[in-house]
């Protein structure tokens, strides 16, 4: 079909995720057709170097063709084998056993979804079930993190913290609340760790204390918030939160979605700290995007008391057709033999110092009030008054600007509002790949000026 008659198309039929549907009715979409390595083409030639991983999840690049020989041999094999009623599939109990390996040693059991929404959906309603099975129901409230993504899940939606989540649609509800994200470049503390750590741990306290110390049944966290625009909280802040949490008899979820499979260095941000949670959520680099798939670890504890909450001969009543489905599964083995027997994660830990020092040197640019990042995750946030630290007025549509001057340039990467640029490049990219970034992204900046 002609690109002008699909373009058409899509206005007049598809939904986009997290779109304003009236703006995309006038101006569609770009048509993305083909990916190698780091670089995407659209439906028009115009090839473009993706600074963002497709949404922070394509990390080995694009066009692994042992990936895609993995879900066609599977594909061949045997397309679908459900999970339910006694049966499973070699790849999903492969997986999950690689997962449980590579994964925080307080984790001992899987549960596959088909990304992170419903991770986070999953997670909540495991540990509903878990409170219930220990005697413990009136623990219904849920803590997490100001500027916090958790996905659009009805409940996850509550935990994220996100307004364009919540106007309109009723969130959050009465069991999800928030404290305030340690965000070093707008804190009132500033980038002092010891204070930044400090205050985090009191505000979860004091609103264990507010909500009643019986009432709460975990805080769920970020390592690093990726759409809240990529904060970068202290080293030593997930395992203070964590301890924070023992001490106050709560479960300690870490949504590593975004923050898992190399994104920061280690295959987990809970690695770099040593934090043992109650519960993880992955998605994302579980399959890089090849095909969807999404889970949910839990410890032992946690799952013994959800078994042993069953009665006898009753099932523990969640699921989804397509859980720990077998394609995605074959596809989740062979990322993450990628990740370590090919070399991707060590890839990204040795090119993370020019990534970093790239977006550093980019702080003296007049557009540029901070530089952040962990790994190859990471931010520029852009002010009009660096001493101040002045927004953009929203008049100047500035997002707009950026992007149109992005895509002219050929590149990639994801504007939270007018004021901050979120980049997380694949663990393939090459030194040359990196100052192809930099030189394209000098002339955005400049261009915008
Ligand atoms: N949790 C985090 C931290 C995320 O960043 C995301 C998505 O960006 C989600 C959950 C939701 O994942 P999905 O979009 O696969 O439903």
Not at 153 to 168: M, Q
Not at 173 to 198: E, K, N, T
């Amino acid at each position: 079909m002609q690109n002008s008659s699909l373009l058409e198309l899509d206005r007049k039929h598809l939904i986009h995720p997290v779109a304003n549907y009236r703006d995309h009715e006038k101006k569609g979409v770009t048509l993305l057709a083909s990916g190698k390595g780091a670089y995407l083409t659209d439906s028009n030639g115009h090839e473009l170097l993706d600074a963002f991983s497709g949404l922070w999840c394509v990390n080995v690049g694009y066009g692994q063709q042992s990936v895609v020989d993995a879900a066609t041999a599977q594909m061949n094999r045997l397309p679908y084998a459900t999970g339910y009623f006694g049966f499973g599939s070699e790849p999903a109990v492969e997986l999950a056993a690689k997962l449980v390996e590579y994964a925080p040693a307080s984790l001992q059991h899987v549960y596959f979804t088909l990304g992170g929404s419903d991770a986070v959906d999953s997670a909540i309603r495991f540990i509903t079930y878990y409170y219930n099975a220990i005697g413990q129901p009136d623990r219904k409230q849920f803590i997490a993190l100001s500027r916090g993504y958790h996905g659009s899940s009805t409940i996850g939606s509550g935990l994220t913290a996100l307004p364009v989540f919540h106007k309109n649609f009723n969130m959050p509800g009465a069991y999800q609340h928030h404290i305030p994200s340690p965000y070093a470049y707008r804190s009132d503390v500033g980038h002092d760790p010891a204070a930044l750590i400090q205050r985090s741990v009191q505000s979860l306290k004091d609103k264990v204390a507010e909500l009643g110390a019986d009432k709460v049944a975990a805080f769920f966290c970020e390592p690093i918030q990726g759409s809240g625009g990529v904060i970068v909280p202290p080293v030593g802040w997930l395992k203070a939160m964590q301890l924070a949490c023992r001490e106050l008899g709560i479960l300690f979820v870490v949504d590593e979605v975004i923050t898992g499979f190399g994104r920061t260095g280690p295959l987990f941000a809970c690695e770099a700290e040593d934090v043992q949670p109650d519960l993880m959520t992955v998605a994302k680099g579980l399959t890089a995007g090849y095909a969807p798939m999404g889970a949910v670890l839990m410890s032992d504890a946690v799952y013994t008391a959800i078994a042993d909450g069953a009665a006898s001969g009753t099932p523990v009543g969640h699921g989804h057709t397509y859980s720990a489905h077998p394609v995605s599964a074959a596809v989740g083995l062979e990322v993450l033999r990628l990740y370590h027997e090919g070399g991707l994660l060590a890839n990204g830990v040795a090119l993370e110092p020019v990534f970093s020092g790239g977006l550093k040197d980019l702080l003296a640019h007049p557009l540029v009030g901070d530089a952040r990042s962990r790994g190859l995750l990471g931010a520029l946030e852009l002010v009009a008054d660096k001493s101040s630290k002045r927004q953009f007025d929203p008049s100047l549509k500035l997002h707009e600007r950026i992007s149109t001057a992005a895509y002219a340039e050929g590149l990639v990467f994801r504007a939270f509002g007018d004021n901050i640029l979120g980049f997380a490049p694949a663990l393939c990219y090459t030194a040359d790949d990196f100052a192809l970034l930099f030189t394209r992204l000098r002339k955005v900046l400049d261009t915008v000026l």
